[in-house]
């Protein structure tokens, strides 16, 4: 086995072979731009190749997350349990010294046992866990009701600034916080992560965006235990309301906004993640009859 950085002609292996892990586990899928546009990939990436030259894994890591240095990897299907796993953890581990940061984060899901394992072995201790809930949406029109004072509508050209904002300001004092740039959100949220704003809700008070819900295509795959993930499927990435806002029902308004947004273009399911903590947010989603089907284990390990 050999470790080494991402090279151009990677793409399309490395794209295959991320699309074969998440069709297994139902892990989100990553595109080509993500993989294309990735910073630093000389620095920030490792590939694992076996002898005869294959690639078997693939690991990166986002240097822009301080003081936490978050990393995602992946081990392709056939090649598991050769220790390419913890060879990419390993070099993960050796960037985030050279950076000098105070921990490095990973996570899996809690029906991948294996990776589960593998994070414990390597020294890492649970940090938090967050729900997977998903509601089956049905052919009923959802209702979506209205607050005096707040209008609700889809993102324009010319909201970006504002959302993100919005976002850092909702967002800020939940657990895994850390700074971002305005570049940074923008990469995450339309090359990373893929998501079309054409989905994305939002609840103004005159000018000012109070609360959101970010609706999105899921770009998780299919697992066993999940059931089939594909096309009919969307996704609720961000949904929050600005501190001074709560408690006066603009969460529930944002979000079943969202729902019918993504009702009225097709989508027959949607999920999200919560904070398993968050017991008032985990009620909401319960009330439009989202039920939690797995949980995602976030793990870390302080770098010395």
Not at 32 to 55: C, F, G, S
Not at 129 to 151: C, D, H, K, Y
Not at 258 to 270: C, E, K, P, T
Request: charged share 15%; with cysteine; glycine share 8%.
């Amino acid at each position: 086995m050999h470790i080494r950085p991402y090279q151009s002609a990677d793409l399309d292996a490395i794209h295959s072979l991320i699309s074969a892990a998440a069709s297994t586990d139902g892990t989100p899928f990553v595109t080509h731009e993500a993989l294309r546009t990735a910073p630093a990939p000389d620095q920030n990436t490792a590939v694992a190749l076996l002898p005869n030259h294959t690639i078997a894994g693939f690991a990166w890591w986002d240097v822009t997350q301080q003081p936490a240095m978050a990393m995602e990897g992946w081990v392709h299907p056939a090649h598991r349990r050769q220790g390419l796993g913890t060879a990419l953890l390993v070099a993960a581990e050796s960037a985030a010294r050279s950076y000098s940061v105070e921990h490095l984060s990973g996570r899996a899901f809690d029906n991948s046992p294996s990776a589960l394992a593998l994070f414990k072995l390597r020294g890492f201790f649970e940090a938090r866990r967050f729900n997977q809930m998903w509601v089956t949406l049905g052919s009923a029109e959802i209702q979506v009701p209205s607050i005096a004072g707040f209008t609700v509508r889809t993102f324009k050209d010319g909201d970006a600034a504002e959302l993100f904002d919005a976002d850092v300001d909702v967002f800020s004092t939940s657990w895994g916080a850390q700074p971002q740039t305005f570049e940074a959100w923008q990469r995450r949220n339309l090359i990373i992560n893929a998501f079309d704003p054409t989905q994305w809700v939002l609840v103004l008070e005159g000018s000012r965006i109070v609360a959101l819900a970010l609706c999105n295509a899921s770009s998780f795959g299919s697992t066993a235990t999940q059931g089939s993930a594909a096309a009919q499927d969307g996704w609720v990435s961000h949904l929050g309301v600005r501190a001074a806002y709560r408690g006066c029902g603009l969460g529930r308004l944002a979000l079943l906004r969202g729902l019918w947004g993504l009702q009225q273009v097709g989508y027959q399911r949607v999920g999200l993640h919560v904070d398993a903590e968050n017991t008032p947010a985990i009620r909401l989603y319960e009330s439009v009859g989202m039920r939690s089907t797995r949980t995602r284990v976030h793990f870390a390990k302080a770098i010395r």
